[in-house]
């Protein structure tokens, strides 16, 4: 049974990078052919595939998100990282990291998910 975990600071001021990782038990990240995903869904709002991290190291982001997102990993620890820059309060969300068993590009391919942590942007 594959189980994620988010962590992470719950609030980030403006203009600030978000950082959050999410640990990984159960499985390895390096598995054949599995890609590691963040997903989020601010307040009210339907949810978000931001981007992922392949198996083999490769990364894939959401064209909206491309340009603040980074996605990496330590294969150490089984952990992927994920960080927004610039954030605004429009980027308060819950944030879910997930394993999707092909690049699907949408929330609509993960079979698992971690329970979420909300990120609040504020002052």
């Known amino acids: 049974q594959v189980q994620l975990q988010e962590s992470g600071p719950g609030l980030v001021k403006p203009s600030q990078t978000l950082s959050l990782t999410c640990t990984v038990s159960?499985?390895?990240?390096?598995?054949?052919?599995?890609?590691w995903s963040w997903i989020r869904q601010p307040p009210g709002k339907g949810l978000e595939w931001m981007g992922a991290?392949?198996?083999?190291?490769?990364?894939y982001y959401s064209p909206s998100l491309k340009s603040r997102t980074s996605i990496s990993r330590d294969t150490s620890k089984n952990q992927f990282t994920l960080q927004l820059s610039s954030v605004t309060p429009e980027d308060t969300a819950v944030y879910y990291c997930?394993?999707?068993?092909?690049?699907?590009?949408?929330?609509?391919?993960?079979?698992?998910w971690g329970k979420g942590t909300l990120v609040t942007v504020s002052s």
């Open positions: 159960g499985g390895s990240i390096t598995t054949n052919y599995y890609y």
């Open positions: 997930a394993r999707e068993p092909d690049l699907y590009g949408s929330w609509l391919g993960v079979d698992y």
């Open positions: 991290i392949a198996y083999s190291g490769s990364t």
